[in-house]
């Protein structure tokens, strides 16, 4: 018997650690989804580089204690999935976001942001996000553009002192 309750606490440490580590969690119920539509979620993720785990909800809810994540419990009821991100804040959320969009029956239910407990609507609000490539992009361009007008300009007024000397 010591052998089980050995397994679990080292599951309940294992996920207590992809809780602490992870920068960006989202909690699932994908109740009503076929084994096609589990299995493309799973290889968009993994692609993302997110993991993708279905755990009990005894051993996720003794391993948010233990992580200091107790506001996640009340979203730990009913068939959950947890996918957790150890690189990319935005990802978990967009990737999830834009398949539930797609598939009703999955249903985003909490996640936690950078060691903060997160609601549906901060997660949507997450997932409405540019990437980290177009937000780059962004400030590159906001960067980019008073050099751009400052060449204009200078070119603009050697232009008209040629016109004024010729």
Known sequence: MSTVIENKKQLV???????????????????????????????QLREAGIEFKVYKNTMSRRAVEAAELTGLNDALTGPNAIAFSKDDVVAPAKI?????????????????????????EE??????????????????????????NLALATKAVAEQKEEQGA
């Open 123 to 148: 997660i949507k609000a997450l997932a409405e996000l540019p990437s980290r490539e177009g937000l780059l992009s962004m400030l590159l361009s906001v960067l980019q553009a008073p050099i751009r």
């Open 13 to 43: 440490d294992e996920i207590t650690e992809k809780f602490t580590s992870s920068v960006s969690t989202v909690v699932v119920d994908y109740r009503g989804l076929t084994v096609a539509q589990v299995t493309e979620l799973r290889k």
């Open 96 to 120: 999830l976001n834009d398949f539930a969009k797609k598939n009703e029956a999955l249903e985003i239910k909490a996640g936690v942001i950078e060691g903060n407990v997160a609601t549906v």
